[in-house]
């Protein structure tokens, strides 16, 4: 792959389903995600430096095990490629549909933090699936502002709760409602 621009890596089959696979197992190696998409390891290994290069995926090695994991920026592409594969009238494999997804075992939080995070991802995961819900209806604009503007004021909600914490709030949260923001935005703005 030369240095193309990222988008063209996705305009192929092999990284897509490359990033949703690592989006479905959450942590793994490289040799999972081969199999999976019915790669070589070289041509899968190539695949997974270019996502690292694009700060998509992280590596990471403990002992003799290297593993594979999204970063927020790839789990940002991975919700628009699902976006993308159902707005082109496509079906995402069941193997990588919401229900069956395995949960990444996530660093413990303090309780504020934890009730933050928890309060993101169920704002996140409502904005979504209004969103797709619009998008598989054809809805215009109009619409489409009228129906996730609402979760405007959450948003400023959650934000005001990080601000106000008495206890600092992790990292991970910040960086968490921060992407659930651009990725709100940039839905809410989307042309029509």
């Known amino acids: 792959m030369g240095k193309e621009n990222p988008e063209y890596l996705f305009l192929q089959e092999k990284p897509t389903l490359a990033l949703l696979a690592i989006w479905f197992y959450g942590r793994t190696y490289a040799s999972v ?3 999976e998409i019915n790669s070589t390891f070289a041509h899968t290994t190539k695949i997974l430096s270019r996502m690292e290069e694009d700060g998509l995926v992280v590596f990471s090695v403990e002992g003799r095990i290297k593993y594979v994991e999204l970063t927020e920026k790839g789990y940002n592409v991975v919700s628009l490629l699902k976006e993308l594969i159902v707005s082109l009238g496509g079906e995402l494999p069941d193997e990588y549909d919401l229900e069956g997804r395995h949960e990444v075992s ?3 939080l ?13 704002l996140r995961l409502k904005v979504e699936t209004i969103y797709r ?3 598989s209806s054809d809805a215009d604009e109009a619409t489409t502002k009228r129906r996730l503007g609402p979760f405007s004021r959450e948003l400023a ?3 005001e709760m990080i601000d106000s914490s008495e206890i600092p709030v992790d990292d991970d ?3 968490a409602f921060n ?4 990725v709100f935005l940039s839905l809410v703005n989307k042309n029509g």
């Not at 303090?110 to 169920?122: G, H, L, N, R, T």
């Not at 992407?179 to 651009?182: D, G, S, Y």
């Open 33 to 35: 995600i081969t199999k």
């Open 133 to 135: 819900e619009l998008v």
């Open 106 to 108: 996530e660093p413990e």
């Open 179 to 182: 992407a659930t923001r651009e």
């Open 157 to 159: 909600m959650i934000g």
């Open 173 to 175: 949260v910040i960086d």
């Open 110 to 122: 303090d309780p504020a933090s934890a009730e933050i995070m928890e309060k993101i991802k169920k």
